[in-house]
C-alpha cells in the first residue's frame, strides 16, 4: 500500500491522493469557537460541515446548539429570537410562524395559532440538537454521524498543559480566526506539514529558505494522534528570554485537526492550539487559540495579533493558489520525511471511519518513528 511507503510518489488509482480530499470525520468533538464568542442573550448562526447549526446560552450559562431550520417551513430559527418561557425554560421563537422551541432539549412548545380544540402533540415536534460542551474557555460541539447520537466522553483536553503548575485556568489568552478556502484535509495538511514554512512564513523570528537546516524529531502514537516528543527548541535563547530557563516544547496532533504546542519551562507554560473545523466541504475556520502564564506573555500580547493574523492569512493565502491547480483533479505526491505527518494523517482517519463503520474502538495506526527533514 502507498502508505506504507511514502518514499513512492506514484499511487495506484485505489489509493492514490485525491485532490478533493477525503470525508469528514463524524462522531468526533470540534471546536466550535471559544467561550467568550457565545454571548449569552443571543442567537448565533453558525455552520459545521455543511449543516446549519444556531447556538446560545441557556439560561444557566450553558451552551446550546440546534439545526438552524424550523421543522414547519424550515425558516432559521437563528433569525428569531430568544424568549424566556413562563413556567418552562427558554425557548427560540420562530420569526415565520412564532412556534417555540425549548434550547435546552429542542422540543416544541409553544404554537401560537393553535385554538382551543385543535390538540397537538408538540412534544412530538423537534428540532434536532447537537452535544455541546463548555471546557477549557472553549465552546465544542459533537457532529454525529446519526442524528441524535450522543458523545461517548468529553472534548479532548490538554490538561496538563493548559493547567501546568496549576498557575493557569485554562482561559484563553488569545484568539486569532482564519477561513481556509480549502476541504479540510488540505487545511490539517497544511498544519503538520514542516517543509512550507520557511516558504510561506518568511518571517525574521526564524530561519528564511535560504539557510535551511536538518532536523531531527521523534514521534509517538497518542490516543487520536500523534506526538512530537518533548525536546528543546531550536530557537531556545528566544524561548528562555520570553519564558525562562529550561524550555521544551511537545507538539501534539489529534483528530479531527487540532494542533496543540505546548511550550514550557521550569516555572511557565504555554499552549498554542490551532484547531480547524469544518464550515462545508470547500471551506474550513482556522482558530490559533493561546493559554499561558507567563507574564512576560502579557506584555508582548499586542504584538500577537498583527503576528498571528499575517501567518494565518499567509497559509489562507496558499490553500487559495493550491485549489486552483486542485480544481483540476491532478494525482499527487508525497515524499519522506516531509510527507510523513501527512500519511499518518490519513491512516488515522481512514482507521477513524472504519472503527466506526465496524462499531469497534480505534486503534491507532502509527508506530514510534524519528523523522527527518531540513527545514
Ligand atoms: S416556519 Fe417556523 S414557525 Fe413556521
Ligand atoms: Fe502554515
Same mark, same amino acid.
Given at each position: 500500500?502507498?502508505?506504507?511507503?511514502?518514499?513512492?510518489?506514484?499511487?495506484?488509482?485505489?489509493?492514490?491522493?485525491?485532490?478533493?480530499?477525503?470525508?469528514?470525520?463524524?462522531?468526533?468533538?470540534?471546536?466550535?469557537?471559544?467561550?467568550?464568542?457565545?454571548?449569552?442573550?443571543?442567537?448565533?448562526?453558525?455552520?459545521?460541515? #455543511?449543516?446549519?447549526?444556531?447556538?446560545?446560552?441557556?439560561?444557566?450559562? %450553558?451552551?446550546?446548539?440546534?439545526?438552524?431550520?424550523? $421543522?414547519? !417551513?424550515?425558516?432559521?430559527? %437563528?433569525?428569531?429570537?430568544?424568549l424566556d418561557g413562563s413556567g418552562g425554560g427558554q425557548t427560540?421563537?420562530?420569526?415565520?410562524? @412564532?412556534?417555540r422551541?425549548g434550547?435546552?432539549?429542542?422540543?416544541?412548545k409553544h404554537?401560537? %395559532?393553535?385554538?382551543?380544540?385543535?390538540?397537538?402533540?408538540?412534544?412530538?415536534?423537534?428540532?434536532?440538537?447537537?452535544?455541546?460542551?463548555?471546557?477549557?474557555?472553549?465552546?465544542?460541539?459533537?457532529?454525529?454521524?446519526?442524528?441524535?447520537?450522543?458523545?461517548? #466522553? $468529553?472534548?479532548?483536553?490538554?490538561?496538563?498543559?493548559?493547567?501546568?503548575? @496549576?498557575?493557569?485556568? @485554562?482561559?484563553?489568552?488569545?484568539?486569532?480566526?482564519?477561513?481556509?478556502?480549502?476541504?479540510?484535509?488540505?487545511?490539517?495538511?497544511?498544519?503538520?506539514?514542516?517543509?512550507?514554512?520557511?516558504?510561506?512564513?518568511?518571517? $525574521?523570528?526564524? !530561519?528564511?529558505?535560504?539557510?535551511?537546516?536538518?532536523?531531527?524529531?521523534?514521534?509517538?502514537?497518542?490516543?487520536?494522534?500523534?506526538?512530537?516528543?518533548?525536546?528543546?527548541?531550536?530557537?531556545?535563547?528566544?524561548?528562555?528570554?520570553?519564558?525562562?530557563?529550561?524550555?521544551?516544547?511537545?507538539?501534539?496532533?489529534?483528530?479531527?485537526?487540532?494542533?496543540?504546542?505546548?511550550?514550557?519551562?521550569?516555572?511557565?507554560?504555554?499552549?498554542?492550539?490551532?484547531?480547524?473545523?469544518?464550515?462545508?466541504?470547500?471551506?474550513?475556520?482556522?482558530?490559533?487559540?493561546?493559554?499561558?502564564?507567563?507574564?512576560?506573555?502579557?506584555?508582548?500580547?499586542?504584538?500577537?495579533?498583527?503576528?498571528?493574523?499575517?501567518?494565518?492569512?499567509?497559509?489562507?493565502?496558499?490553500?487559495?493558489?493550491?485549489?486552483?491547480?486542485?480544481?483540476?483533479?491532478?494525482?499527487?505526491?508525497?515524499?519522506?520525511?516531509?510527507?510523513?505527518?501527512?500519511?499518518?494523517?490519513?491512516?488515522?482517519?481512514?482507521?477513524?471511519?472504519?472503527?466506526?463503520?465496524? @462499531? !469497534?474502538?480505534?486503534?491507532?495506526?502509527?508506530? $514510534?518513528?524519528?523523522?527527518?527533514?531540513?527545514?
Open positions: 500500500m502507498m502508505d506504507d511507503q511514502p518514499a513512492r510518489p506514484n499511487a495506484d488509482a485505489e489509493t492514490a491522493f485525491k485532490a478533493s480530499g477525503g470525508a469528514l470525520l463524524r462522531d468526533i468533538w470540534y471546536v466550535a469557537m471559544t467561550a467568550g464568542e457565545l454571548r449569552a442573550g443571543k442567537l448565533h448562526k453558525r455552520m459545521y460541515l #455543511g449543516e446549519p447549526v444556531v447556538m446560545g446560552r441557556n439560561p444557566d450559562g %450553558s451552551p446550546f446548539a440546534l439545526r438552524d431550520i424550523c $421543522p414547519h !417551513r424550515a425558516v432559521p430559527l %437563528s433569525a428569531g429570537q430568544l427560540v421563537e420562530c420569526p415565520y410562524h @412564532g412556534w422551541f434550547t435546552a432539549d429542542g422540543v416544541c404554537i401560537p %395559532s393553535l385554538v382551543e380544540g385543535q390538540p397537538f402533540d408538540l412534544e412530538k415536534i423537534t428540532v434536532r440538537r447537537y452535544a455541546v460542551a463548555e471546557q477549557d474557555d472553549l465552546i465544542w460541539i459533537y457532529m454525529p454521524s446519526e442524528p441524535g447520537a450522543e458523545p461517548s #466522553g $468529553p472534548p479532548p483536553r490538554f490538561e496538563r498543559m493548559v493547567h501546568h503548575q @496549576g498557575a493557569s485556568e @485554562g482561559r484563553v489568552k488569545f484568539v486569532e480566526t482564519a477561513e481556509l478556502a480549502c476541504q479540510m484535509d488540505h487545511a490539517v495538511i497544511g498544519l503538520l506539514d514542516p517543509a512550507h514554512t520557511p516558504f510561506v512564513h518568511k518571517s $525574521p523570528l526564524w !530561519r528564511s529558505s535560504k539557510t535551511l537546516k536538518e532536523k531531527e524529531k521523534h514521534y509517538a502514537p497518542s490516543e487520536m494522534g500523534f506526538t512530537m516528543l518533548s525536546h528543546e527548541p531550536v530557537n531556545s535563547p528566544l524561548y528562555t528570554w520570553v519564558l525562562g530557563p529550561g524550555v521544551k516544547v511537545e507538539i501534539q496532533f489529534l483528530l479531527p485537526g487540532l494542533r496543540a504546542e505546548s511550550i514550557t519551562t521550569e516555572r511557565h507554560s504555554f499552549l498554542g492550539l490551532a484547531a480547524i473545523t469544518p464550515i462545508r466541504d470547500d471551506l474550513c475556520e482556522i482558530r490559533e487559540i493561546m493559554y499561558w502564564n507567563a507574564p512576560s506573555l502579557d506584555l508582548i500580547r499586542p504584538f500577537a495579533r498583527p503576528f498571528t493574523h499575517t501567518f494565518l492569512q499567509q497559509d489562507a493565502r496558499i490553500m487559495k493558489l493550491q485549489g486552483e491547480g486542485l480544481s483540476h483533479d491532478p494525482p499527487l505526491m508525497q515524499i519522506p520525511d516531509a510527507d510523513t505527518l501527512m500519511v499518518w494523517y490519513r491512516r488515522l482517519k481512514r482507521e477513524w471511519i472504519k472503527a466506526g463503520a465496524e @462499531g !469497534r474502538e480505534f486503534e491507532n495506526p502509527v508506530k $514510534p518513528a524519528t523523522l527527518r527533514w531540513r527545514t
